[in-house]
Nanobody
Framework: QVQLMESGGGAVEAGASLTLSCAAS????????MAWFREVPGERREGLAI????????LYSDALRGRFTISLGDAKNALYLQMNDLKSEDTATYYC?????????????????????WGQGTRVTVSS
């Protein structure tokens, strides 16, 4: 079993940067894919980026336009999301998610049911 816990959210002004963290505890060494999503109330949870925990390969949502970077800590038990040039439309609750491994493929990676573990979320508010 794996537990995920996000941190690093907060209130910032437009144009600022913020780094979110996701700590994985339990049997995290066997995870395959890890990803970041975000959700605005009343809207569908949106996939932002995915990372293959075994190879380091990444894939991003086209909507981010290169502003966000997903990365994995050296011990592979922490996932990060570096967010730059934040905009008011980035205001949301951000979630990390993970799939059991060791294999990880990016097919339909934004489908929520493909993930076995979810964190509780961390709130990001961007004021313009």
């Amino acid at each position: 079993q794996v537990q995920l816990m996000e941190s690093g959210g907060g209130a910032v002004e437009a144009g600022a940067s913020l780094t979110l963290s996701c700590a994985a505890s339990g049997d995290s060494s066997g995870l395959g894919c890890m990803a970041w999503f975000r959700e605005v109330p009343g809207e569908r949870r949106e996939g932002l980026a995915i990372l293959n925990a075994q190879t380091g390969a990444t894939l991003y949502s086209d909507a981010l336009r290169g502003r966000f970077t997903i990365s994995l800590g050296d011990a592979k038990n922490a996932l990060y999301l570096q967010m730059n040039d934040l905009k008011s439309e980035d205001t949301a609750t951000y979630y990390c998610a993970a799939r059991k491994g060791p294999r990880c493929n990016f097919y339909y990676w934004t489908t929520l049911t493909k993930y076995d573990y979810w964190g509780q979320g961390t709130r990001v508010t961007v004021s313009s």
